[in-house]
């Protein structure tokens, strides 16, 4: 973002969006956040009269837009978004002439219809000023590398890559690290194998909530939902046994004051001691 803006400058991002975005966006550059509100009633979808909305806004508070970001595939809320609401957006930030950041760091960790598509791809059979186009990529998520921090920058302006090319200086990447990875990553077969396998463990889990059952869950309100109601709970470190539980206590708190079929005096498998999560993992 110091490649992009200046302090008091602004990004519109699509609600919910991921919390860190705060944190990561706004405590050193100085950039101001204004959501463009998203509805429930079509699927959190981002649509062109929110992008509109939040622009207008954000112009009678004076604040200057230099343009937008986005996390495809969504994070919090894990959602795709489709070919014609991506074009959609490029032609939104090309009419406005700002810019278009897309975080796409979680890029193979899609498990079902539609498909992901990168805006590189949307872009290709468009009309549209790609130096207004980057990309942001990461191999914590899809490869679980949190720890080594290793970050990518894809941009089509030159001027942003040299400026983040000097300013990589300040956090490079070890050489032991960069000869792992490369060799890694050089192993197209094991690559392919490691995000089937780990597509396959994400998809059998689930994850569920609540207060009064003593599961973890982040409010919606934490990612600027603008409606009530909604939370996310993530559920990446938890055995088999673990995740039955968390469905056994989810399942009990949503049918109180209903009928269970559960034996007179026998605890439900939630009240059960000595039960937490596990960070071991599993093989399906």
Partial sequence: MFCLVDPGDA???PSSYYPGFVRDLRWRTGLEIVPVNCKSSNNFRIIRAALEEAYEKAQRSNIKVKGVIIANPSNPLGTILDRETMRSLVRFINEKNIHFVCDEIYAATVFSSPRFISVAEIIQDMDCNRVLIHIVYSLSKDMGFPGFRVGIVYSFNDVVVNCAWKMSSFGLVSSQTQYLLTS???DKEFVRNFLRESSKREKW?????????KLNVSPGSSFQCSEP???RVCF?????ETVEVALDRIRAFVLQGKEE??????????????LHPSFSSSRL
């Fill in 261 to 274: 079929d559960q034996a007179p005096g026998k605890p439900k498998r939630w009240q059960k001691k000595n």
């Fill in 184 to 186: 890694m990553l050089s």
């Fill in 229 to 231: 109601g909604w939370f």
């Fill in 236 to 240: 990446a470190n938890i055995d088999d």
């Fill in 205 to 213: 889990n689930c994850g569920v909530i609540i207060n009064e059952v």
């Fill in 11 to 13: 990004f519109l991002v």
